[in-house]
Nanobody
Framework: QVQLVESGGGLVQAGGSLRLSCAAS????????MGWYRQAPGKQRVLVAS???????NYANSVKGRFTFSRDNAKNTFYLQMNSLKPEDTAVYYC?????????WGQGTQVTVSS
């Protein structure tokens, strides 16, 4: 099994930046894809960024050019750098990792962007 622990959310003004972290433990070698979703109040959870272990990364159109996925294999941690934040980025952000036959989720972290 893979366990994910998130950190880094908070309150920021529009135009500001935040970096989310997701630390993985457990059966890390079984992970093939990882990334981030977000869920705004009253809305469905949507994919923000996804990356494969071979390095390819995809972003939602709404965050392209502002958000950057990265990872530190030595720390078993991946990140979401969020720049030029907008009020519409306000949501609970969840990291995930796809292993052999299941998806692991982080606990979620609140990001609030004030106008």
């Amino acid at each position: 099994q893979v366990q994910l622990v998130e950190s880094g959310g908070g309150l920021v003004q529009a135009g500001g930046s935040l970096r989310l972290s997701c630390a993985a433990s457990g059966s890390i070698v079984s992970i093939n894809t990882m990334g981030w979703y977000r869920q705004a109040p009253g809305k469905q959870r949507v994919l923000v960024a996804s990356s494969t272990t071979t390095g390819g990364t995809n972003y939602a159109n709404s965050v392209k050019g502002r958000f950057t996925f990265s990872r530190d294999n030595a720390k078993n941690t991946f990140y979401l750098q969020m720049n030029s934040l907008k009020p519409e980025d306000t949501a609970v952000y969840y990291c995930y990792a796809d292993a052999s036959f299941y998806r692991a989720w982080g606990q979620g972290t609140q990001v609030t962007v004030s106008s």
